[in-house]
């Protein structure tokens, strides 16, 4: 019994590490983002199918719960199948989308238009490397790789505005 009870602390250890690391991009970014979209952004020409800012706050949030799920749930299938190649891509990943939101927001101001075309590039990194991971989620865990398909639509969409701010401003 006690071999379990430490089985699920160390689960439990590591969905909270994940959810945690994933927070902590968020805060990142937005901590570096928001002045900026309060200042140019707010004054930009943005397309009409742009939601309210507070839409993309929400989005967010759940979907870094969501994926952050999907991420354990692949870790928690590390005995029975080779899980580091779908855990890299995952990182890589995560790494690319918190690069996008400072790219976009913080340089614009220093170097206009060419941000938001560098930012679109960070994005299409990132919907391959979204893309990479639910391939390889999916032989190990389907389930995960489902929860990280709603992530990949919102990623495309987001990436269309950005060309619409890009070609619009």
């Known amino acids: 019994m006690r071999g379990n009870t430490r089985a699920v602390a160390l689960s439990a250890l590591v969905l909270g590490l994940i959810v945690g ?3 902590a991009s968020a805060q990142l970014g937005s901590a570096i983002s928001q002045p900026y979209i309060q200042g140019w952004y707010a004054e ?3 397309p009409e199918w742009t939601p309210p800012n507070w839409v993309f706050a929400a989005v ?3 979907l870094y719960l969501a994926t952050s799920v999907a991420a354990w749930l692949i870790w928690r299938e590390r005995r ?3 899980v580091e190649r779908a855990l890299t891509l995952y990182v890589v990943q995560l790494v690319l989308n918190a690069i996008w939101s400072p790219l976009f927001f913080a340089l614009y101001p220093v170097i206009g238009e060419t941000a938001t075309w560098l930012s679109l590039t960070v994005h299409m990194l990132l ?3 979204i893309a990479a991971t639910i391939a ?3 032989p ?8 990280m398909v709603p992530y990949l639509l919102w990623v495309m969409y987001a990436a269309s505005l950005t060309v619409g701010i890009a070609l619009l401003n």
């Open 136 to 138: 390889e989620f999916w």
């Open 60 to 62: 967010w949030t759940v």
């Open 127 to 129: 919907l391959v490397a």
């Open 21 to 23: 690391v994933n927070v």
């Open 44 to 46: 930009a020409v943005r």
């Open 80 to 82: 029975r199948r080779r």
């Open 140 to 147: 190990i865990r389907r389930v995960a790789a489902v929860i």
